[in-house]
């Protein structure tokens, strides 16, 4: 039955002159010839498929393009292309007129009262000429010694710092072993030389200090009677000298320290001490370790280098205005 149904859909074709087929003379065909047909009627109708599946495609497009002859000889087809390029860029310029206005949109009321002020605006800011700012700029003195005295201020609020942590008795160093070093180097010299000024400082008045005591005591021994009492103790005789002595001297500082809550003691400095002797004997008296007793030391060091640095100071200042 299909080879029937072959036969007729390839005689059919071949009478509708879509198969071209080259019959012999004596009409009779061989079973190679149907074979032949056979396969072109096949190749018939897979192009015929294909070409019902490609117009079913372009049956869903939803346009369809405007297609041009590539004829380059004719001055015609130019100036259809000519008109067509003027067309299209007609188009373009009023499509982008368009777009600005389609997003056009309301201006709100902070942009208008914005604008208002602008508008109203009562000041005008002050304009700088590149000129005049580099002489500004060339006019600012720069001090060569600007970094040494940021660096002794720095030091200065350092030390001011543990100095109120020492007072505060909750001080602990967390310093390296080398700064330590360096810092206990550097207190020792200043310590030396804050000693030495001292002294030449002091030595002036020490001696006047030494010459009313000398002409007090004349006066007193003088006036006093030699017959005293022999059975007055050695010792009360001489802590009451040197309490005299302590008295008549002149206190040059005064340092608190804080040993607790609500509990301070007060050390004074007078002429000619130093301060290990004292951060020595406050520390026997207040039983102080060794690390409490050096930073009392230090602390003294420290006060008593300021006063010194306020003295010369003042000395300074009163030598201008002799000046």
Same mark, same amino acid.
């Given at each position: 039955?299909?080879?029937?149904?072959?036969? &007729?859909?390839?005689?059919?074709?071949?009478?509708?002159?879509?198969?071209?087929?080259?019959?012999?003379?004596?009409?009779?065909?061989?079973?190679?010839?149907?074979?032949?047909?056979?396969?072109?009627?096949? &190749?018939?109708?897979?192009?015929?498929?294909?070409?019902?599946?490609?117009?079913?495609?372009?049956?869903?497009?939803?346009?369809?393009?405007?297609?041009?002859?590539?004829?380059?000889?004719?001055?015609?087809?130019?100036?259809?292309?000519?008109?067509?390029?003027?067309?299209?860029?007609?188009?373009?310029?009023?499509?982008?007129?368009?777009?600005?206005?389609?997003?056009?949109?309301?201006?709100?009321?902070?942009?208008? &009262?914005?604008?208002?002020?602008?508008?109203?605006?009562?000041?005008?800011?002050?304009?700088?000429?590149?000129?005049?700012?580099?002489?500004?700029?060339?006019?600012?003195?720069?001090?060569?010694?600007?970094? +040494?005295?940021?660096?002794?201020?720095?030091?200065?609020?350092?030390?001011?710092?543990?100095?109120? #942590?020492?007072? $505060?008795?909750?001080?602990?160093?967390?310093?390296?072993?080398?700064?330590?070093?360096?810092?206990?180097?550097?207190?020792?010299?200043?310590?030396?030389?804050?000693?030495?000024?001292?002294?030449?400082?002091?030595?002036?008045?020490?001696? +006047?200090?030494?010459?009313?005591?000398?002409?007090?005591?004349?006066?007193?021994?003088?006036?006093?009677?030699?017959?005293?009492?022999?059975?007055?103790?050695?010792? $009360?005789?001489?802590?009451?000298?040197? #309490?005299?002595?302590?008295?008549?001297?002149?206190?040059?500082?005064?340092?608190?320290?804080?040993?607790?809550?609500?509990?301070?003691?007060?050390?004074?400095?007078?002429?000619?001490?130093?301060?290990?002797?004292?951060?020595?004997?406050?520390?026997?008296?207040?039983?102080? =370790?060794?690390?409490?007793?050096?930073?009392?030391?230090?602390?003294?060091?420290?006060?008593?280098?300021?006063?010194?640095?306020?003295? =010369? $100071?003042? &000395?300074?200042?009163?030598?201008?205005?002799?000046?």
């Amino acid at each position: 039955q299909f080879r029937e149904k072959v036969l &007729e859909e390839t005689a059919n074709l071949i009478d509708n002159q879509l198969i071209k087929v080259n019959i012999p003379e004596n009409g009779q065909i061989t079973h190679a010839d149907l074979l032949v047909l056979q396969k072109k009627a096949v &190749e018939y109708h897979k192009e015929q498929k294909k070409q019902e599946i490609l117009q079913q495609q372009l049956d869903k497009c939803p346009f369809k393009p405007q297609l041009m002859s590539n004829s380059n000889g004719s001055c015609q087809n130019i100036d259809e292309r000519k008109s067509q390029s003027k067309k299209s860029e007609k188009y373009l310029q009023l499509y982008s007129l368009a777009k600005p206005t389609t997003q056009k949109r309301d201006r709100t009321t902070e942009e208008i &009262e914005y604008e208002r002020q602008q508008e109203e605006c009562t000041f005008q800011p002050g304009l700088i000429n590149k000129g005049s700012q580099q002489q500004k700029q060339e006019s600012h003195f720069v001090n060569k010694d600007v970094d +040494k005295t940021v660096q002794r201020m720095r030091q200065a609020r350092q030390r001011r710092e543990e100095v109120q #942590g020492m007072l $505060e008795r909750g001080y602990k160093s967390n310093k390296p072993v080398q700064q330590q070093q360096q810092s206990n180097q550097q207190t020792k010299v200043s310590r030396s030389q804050s000693q030495n000024q001292l002294k030449q400082t002091t030595q002036s008045s020490r001696q +006047k200090s030494l010459q009313s005591q000398e002409s007090q005591q004349m006066n007193t021994y003088q006036s006093q009677n030699f017959h005293m009492d022999e059975s007055q103790p050695k010792d $009360e005789q001489s802590v009451g000298r040197s #309490g005299s002595q302590q008295d008549e001297r002149i206190p040059l500082l005064f340092v608190d320290v804080n040993l607790g809550p609500n509990k301070t003691e007060r050390i004074v400095v007078y002429e000619g001490d130093q301060s290990c002797d004292l951060a020595a004997r406050f520390a026997q008296e207040h039983n102080l =370790d060794e690390f409490m007793q050096e930073k009392l030391k230090e602390l003294l060091d420290y006060q008593i280098s300021g006063l010194l640095t306020k003295i =010369d $100071e003042e &000395e300074g200042a009163l030598s201008d205005n002799d000046q």
